[in-house]
């Protein structure tokens, strides 16, 4: 009668203990805290890597880029499961069209930053600085969703000091001088939109997996700044540019497009 009373209690213990564990086990993945950190940096892709200052570069045409200001609103990143033939890990040509519409502020979500970042290309190149953070489900993330539209007043790092743009509804804002190759001519260069730009979306070069046993990951992404004027007639865009930014005319057209095909992997 004894051993029938300990063998029941022993197979007893034994129910709880693997309940315990069916119930740790089942929820290990559920219960993670995660966290994947966004950040960016300008960074050349033919230009030599410089320190902060005045960005000086020559275009795919030969014709020399001075820098003195150089703006870019990243309103938000999404991190995604599913990467369809939109996205790629560099985009070969330039892009065919822009997104007018303009945005509200969005929303930081699992998966997403929700405030906007204003980067500053005239920082030191390669030194990617924080802009966001996000905790997602646990999954398998192929790709970064990049928005590019304008800063409103709550954006970060928005630039202060006198001279300097109020970023608070503008997307992009360039500021220097060019001079063409063989000494034809040179002029200024200012571009000052608040255009949505046709969102950048980015294949990862590996899967970023987020689990229980690998609950952080982490994007860093590069801005090639020396390819923005690339296949652009920069006499034109002087003129197209004397007095406002309309994103319809074509050499700016050129100048947006360059831009969101700029963004790449560090």
Same mark, same amino acid.
């Given at each position: 009668?004894?051993?029938?009373?300990?063998?029941?209690?022993?197979?007893?213990?034994?129910?709880?203990? @693997?309940?315990?564990?069916? $119930?740790?086990?089942?929820? =290990?993945?559920?219960?993670?805290?995660?966290?994947?950190?966004? &950040?960016?940096?300008?960074?050349?892709?033919?230009?030599?890597?410089?320190?902060?200052?005045?960005?000086?570069?020559?275009?795919?045409?030969?014709?020399?880029?001075?820098?003195?200001?150089?703006?870019?609103?990243?309103?938000?990143?999404?991190?995604?499961?599913?990467?369809?033939?939109?996205?790629?890990?560099?985009?070969?040509?330039?892009? #065919?069209?822009?997104?007018?519409?303009?945005?509200?502020?969005?929303?930081?979500?699992?998966?997403?930053?929700?405030?906007?970042?204003?980067?500053?290309?005239?920082?030191?190149? #390669?030194?990617?600085?924080?802009?966001? =953070?996000?905790?997602?489900?646990?999954?398998?993330?192929?790709?970064?969703?990049?928005?590019?539209?304008?800063?409103?007043?709550?954006?970060?790092?928005?630039?202060?000091?006198?001279?300097?743009? #109020?970023?608070?509804?503008?997307?992009?804002?360039?500021?220097?001088?060019?001079? @063409?190759?063989?000494?034809?001519?040179?002029?200024?260069?200012?571009?000052?939109?608040?255009?949505?730009?046709?969102?950048?979306? %980015? @294949?990862?070069?590996? %899967?970023?997996?987020? $689990?229980?046993?690998?609950?952080?990951?982490?994007? $860093? %992404?590069?801005?090639?700044?020396?390819?923005?004027?690339?296949?652009?007639?920069?006499?034109?865009? *002087?003129? *197209?540019?004397?007095?406002?930014?309309?994103?319809?005319?074509?050499?700016?057209?050129?100048? @947006?497009?360059?831009?969101?095909? &700029?963004?790449?992997?560090?």
């Amino acid at each position: 009668m004894i051993f029938k009373y300990i063998n029941t209690l022993l197979a007893c213990l034994l129910a709880v203990s @693997l309940t315990a564990c069916s $119930s740790s086990s089942s929820s =290990g993945d559920s219960s993670a805290v995660t966290a994947v950190s966004m &950040s960016a940096a300008p960074s050349p892709a033919n230009a030599p890597v410089m320190m902060a200052g005045n960005k000086v570069f020559t275009t795919a045409e030969g014709h020399t880029i001075t820098l003195t200001k150089a703006y870019l609103v990243i309103s938000s990143t999404t991190i995604e499961t599913t990467c369809g033939t939109t996205f790629s890990a560099a985009l070969e040509k330039a892009l #065919d069209v822009l997104v007018p519409q303009a945005h509200a502020h969005t929303t930081t979500t699992p998966t997403s930053t929700g405030v906007p970042y204003v980067i500053d290309l005239l920082a030191a190149d #390669d030194v990617p600085e924080s802009i966001g =953070g996000m905790s997602p489900a646990v999954a398998d993330y192929c790709g970064v969703d990049v928005d590019l539209f304008a800063a409103d007043d709550d954006a970060l790092n928005l630039p202060v000091g006198a001279g300097e743009p #109020d970023m608070n509804g503008r997307t992009v804002f360039i500021e220097g001088s060019y001079s @063409l190759n063989g000494g034809a001519g040179a002029g200024v260069i200012k571009i000052d939109t608040g255009a949505t730009l046709i969102n950048r979306n %980015l @294949l990862l070069s590996a %899967l970023m997996m987020i $689990s229980a046993s690998t609950p952080t990951g982490s994007v $860093s %992404l590069g801005i090639n700044y020396d390819t923005w004027f690339d296949a652009v007639d920069l006499s034109v865009l *002087e003129t *197209e540019t004397a007095t406002t930014t309309n994103p319809s005319d074509a050499n700016v057209s050129q100048v @947006l497009q360059n831009i969101t095909a &700029s963004i790449h992997q560090l």
